[in-house]
């Protein structure tokens, strides 16, 4: 059974840095999608960054792209998002998901389908002040 579970939310100033961690369990890294989703208050989810390591592919929205790094580390089979230079539009709850790719339906944009991924986990809250 798969399992993922993030860490590493906090209140930081505009400005600041954080790494979010998520610890996967039951889950084989290759050929699976993992990605960094958030939600803030009334919006609704967004992705954020994605690695498929089918392919070593990284993908990053738009808003994030130059400030926030996705990674993983097989030996702890777990992702990281380090997130640099925050801002206060970054305010949101933060979800660690994956989902084993079948076919290509997920390659070409992994971020815009949420509700393609099967697991995810519980979301850890990322507070940017100002």
């Known amino acids: 059974q798969v399992q993922l579970a993030e860490s590493g939310g906090a209140s930081v100033q505009d400005g600041g840095s954080l790494r979010l961690s998520c610890a996967a369990s039951g889950l084989t890294y290759s050929n699976v999608y993992m990605g960094w989703f958030r939600q803030a208050p009334g919006k609704e989810r967004e992705g954020v960054a994605a690695f498929y390591t089918g392919a070593m592919r990284k993908y990053y929205a738009d808003s994030v792209k130059g400030r926030f790094t996705i990674s993983r580390d097989n030996a702890r089979s777990t992702l990281y998002l380090q997130m640099n230079s925050l801002k206060p539009e970054d305010t949101a709850m933060y979800y660690c998901?994956?989902?084993?790719?079948?076919?290509?339906?997920?390659?070409?944009?992994?971020?815009?389908?949420?509700?393609?991924?099967?697991?995810w986990g519980q979301g850890t809250q990322v507070t940017v002040s100002s």
């Open positions: 998901a994956a989902e084993f790719a079948r076919g290509d339906r997920l390659y070409a944009d992994p971020l815009s389908r949420p509700s393609e991924y099967s697991y």
